[in-house]
């Protein structure tokens, strides 16, 4: 009985730390989430950004809130990493997290798609 209480404690302390290890990613059962912060600024960013992370390999789902700019993003961690995602989000003009956006591509949106874009 005792030895059945240790197992069960061994194995919610791996399943918590599980958690805590990934700061903003948690892992549920092989697939992994993570919440992205961009520079989305109108309907127009959102669609770029979904579409350029949508048809890459191993992603579940895309979901881009423009209140506070944030991109849920559901993948296959063995297909697809979180770096990669955010390589794409740069390519097309949008920082994601600490990787600013690619400067060409930047360059090449719409004004109102700038950050400064509404002065
Ligand atoms: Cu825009």
């Known amino acids: 009985m005792k030895n059945k209480i240790i197992i069960i404690a061994l194995l919610f302390s791996?399943?918590?730390?599980?958690?805590t290890n990934k700061s903003f990613?948690?892992?549920?059962g092989g697939k992994e989430k993570a919440v992205i912060q961009t520079s989305a600024m109108c309907g127009e960013c959102?669609?770029?950004?979904?579409?350029?992370v949508k048809i890459l390999d191993g992603?579940?789902?895309?979901?881009?809130?423009?209140?506070?700019?944030?991109l849920?993003?559901?993948f296959n961690p063995t297909l697809?990493?979180?770096?990669q995602i955010k390589t794409?989000?740069?390519a097309v003009g949008y920082d994601a997290d600490e990787v600013k956006a690619n400067g060409?591509?930047?360059?090449?949106?719409?004004?109102?798609?700038?950050?400064d874009g509404h002065e």
């Open 14 to 19: 791996g399943f918590t730390s599980a958690f």
């Open 25 to 28: 990613a948690s892992v549920i």
């Open 46 to 52: 959102q669609e770029k950004i979904e579409g350029a």
């Open 59 to 70: 992603i579940k789902s895309v979901d881009l809130n423009l209140d506070n700019k944030k």
């Open 72 to 74: 849920t993003v559901v």
């Open 80 to 83: 697809i990493s979180l770096a």
């Open 88 to 90: 794409a989000i740069s």
């Open 104 to 115: 060409e591509a930047y360059n090449n949106l719409p004004k109102c798609c700038k950050k």
